[in-house]
């Protein structure tokens, strides 16, 4: 007869099954740990199946699972806390000003008594310690807890940086469907365009070219209907666009050979003017 598969063995035990000392030294030592081969050491088990013992006691056993989280539950109620203290305290320690825990007067560090400071000073000092300078002086190190982190823990619980990431990334998401309407032909590019503008948001360039284009093209519209342009006019036009730009290539560089000689046509006369100042000022 097969043995079923241990798994299966350990969830037919019975869950008010009593557990043994080991098992309940086990569970003390993981509370504190979390860590189940060495809890299973600490509790007596052998070094060498430590740790398959520890898996099968937190992962397979329901009667040690149930006694962990009774440990821990009494735990936490002894400790008279609940998620709103530690919400309290991390808003503390993130918005508290650091000036009121080592305040400077006249220069040098104030260091006030711990016991007269308030909630939120408390909550952001980290401790203290004494040591002595290479001149023999005592100094004293005030330490705080970190800001920056509580201030990240905050902004994870109220997602306030993922709602500035969203509020960034509206006006793009409204641009790609705009492109898109117009790409699947459910709007046209002018009139996507005006409800971006309606909205305050930017054209983006591709829903700019996409409205010169139809500006373009009004002509080829009738009635509706779309006027392909046969193959001998749109070589036409390539051959007239090709001109357009030649002649702008050609006049180009004239233009800036002519902009060059007058600026140092320019210089020259003022560099006559300055010499003959400076010349002046020397004979006097």
Known sequence: MKKPKTKKRYENIAPDKPLTVKEKAFCLEYVKTKNATQSAITAGYSPRTAHAIGNRLVCLKPNTREYIQEVLSRYFDRLDFDSFDVLQRIGYIAMCDPDKLTPIRGGRVVIPETDTLPKDVKALFAGAHERISERGDIMVEVKQHDQMAALKMLCQYYGILDKTRRAKQAPLIEQKQAIQAVLDGSKTPINAALELEL??????????????KSAESEDDFDDGNIIIPTPEEMDARRKERLKEIEGQRDSFLPERQQEVRDMKAEMGKKNQEFSGDTDGE???
């Open 199 to 212: 909205q305050g948001i930017p054209l983006p360039e591709t829903l700019r070219i996409l409205v010169s």
């Open 282 to 284: 020397a004979k006097s």
